[in-house]
């Protein structure tokens, strides 16, 4: 899918099309993509020809969105709470 996307955004930029829209549209995409999955996957979904000025904050972005997640405490239930008190 992102393939056709790329693919779609450089086809726009030779016909002189809306590649601005579709920029917009493949970031938008990505930034999604980056918080689905683990860095490792994500990078397997970009393409090997990119510009990695265009792809490194998303790059970044899912590096730091899977490292906070990591930080945070497993998540309690109030049924957990309420039976730690008793």
């Given at each position: 899918?992102?393939?056709?996307?790329?693919?779609?955004?450089?086809e726009?930029?030779?016909?002189?099309?809306?590649?601005?829209?579709?920029?917009?549209?493949?970031?938008?995409?990505?930034?999604?993509?980056?918080?689905?999955?683990?860095?490792?996957?994500?990078?397997l979904?970009?393409?090997?020809?990119?510009?990695?000025?265009?792809?490194?904050?998303?790059?970044?972005?899912?590096?730091?969105?899977?490292a906070?997640?990591s930080?945070?405490?497993?998540h309690?239930?109030?049924?957990?709470?309420?039976?730690?008190?008793?």
């Open positions: 899918m992102l393939a056709a996307l790329a693919d779609a955004l450089l726009a930029e030779e016909q002189e099309r809306s590649s601005k829209e579709l920029a917009e549209e493949y970031a938008s995409v990505l930034r999604h993509l980056s918080t689905v999955y683990e860095p490792d996957a994500f990078l979904l970009l393409p090997a020809n990119g510009k990695m000025t265009f792809f490194l904050p998303f790059i970044e972005a899912s590096f730091t969105y899977h906070a997640l930080l945070r405490p497993p309690r239930s109030p049924a957990t709470d309420a039976a730690q008190v008793k």
